[in-house]
């Protein structure tokens, strides 16, 4: 029986949701079963944040990512899978978890959407005020 190591992160976006799986490889990185370039539409600014934290720690060429992800957008997708990916490379070992808390990568983007309050359009918008 072949044991296969690997790391495991979980990341988090507005409400995307990213599970990432680090393995010894060739630096492919699979998305929902599709290659990356498939799932994102080869957007080069998406497709580069998304190996930043390999790239951080020089591991790009050397691991293979699996992702699953659902919810949200295709950018907050791609901001929790690189949330995603930093957690699992910093279980690498080494100082690695350091470098990658240097360059920020292991910080959660809070920001999600205000919910919506009754007497309201949205979140904070307001009937227009008619003075006559």
């Known amino acids: 029986m072949v044991k296969t190591t690997y790391h495991y992160g979980l990341g988090r976006r507005k409400s995307a949701i990213a599970r990432a799986r680090l393995l010894p490889g060739k630096g492919e990185i699979t998305v929902?079963?599709?290659?990356?370039?498939?799932?994102?539409?080869?957007?080069?600014?998406?497709?580069?944040?998304?190996?930043?934290?390999l790239e951080e720690i020089g591991k790009a060429k050397q691991m293979d990512v699996s992702l699953k992800v659902s919810g949200g957008?295709?950018?907050?997708?791609?901001?929790?899978?690189?949330?995603?990916?930093?957690?699992?490379?910093?279980?690498?070992?080494?100082?690695?978890?350091?470098?990658?808390?240097?360059?920020?990568?292991l910080k959660r983007d809070p920001r999600e959407k205000e919910r919506k309050k009754y007497g309201l359009r949205s979140a904070r918008k307001k009937e227009q005020f008619s003075k006559r």
Do not use: C, H, M, W
């Not at 929902?32 to 934290?53: H, T």
């Open 73 to 105: 957008g295709l950018s907050s997708q791609v901001d929790a899978a690189r949330l995603a990916i930093a957690k699992a490379a910093s279980l690498l070992g080494g100082d690695i978890r350091t470098a990658l808390k240097k360059a920020g990568e």
């Open 32 to 53: 929902n079963g599709k290659s990356a370039l498939v799932y994102f539409g080869a957007s080069q600014p998406l497709l580069e944040d998304l190996i930043k934290p």
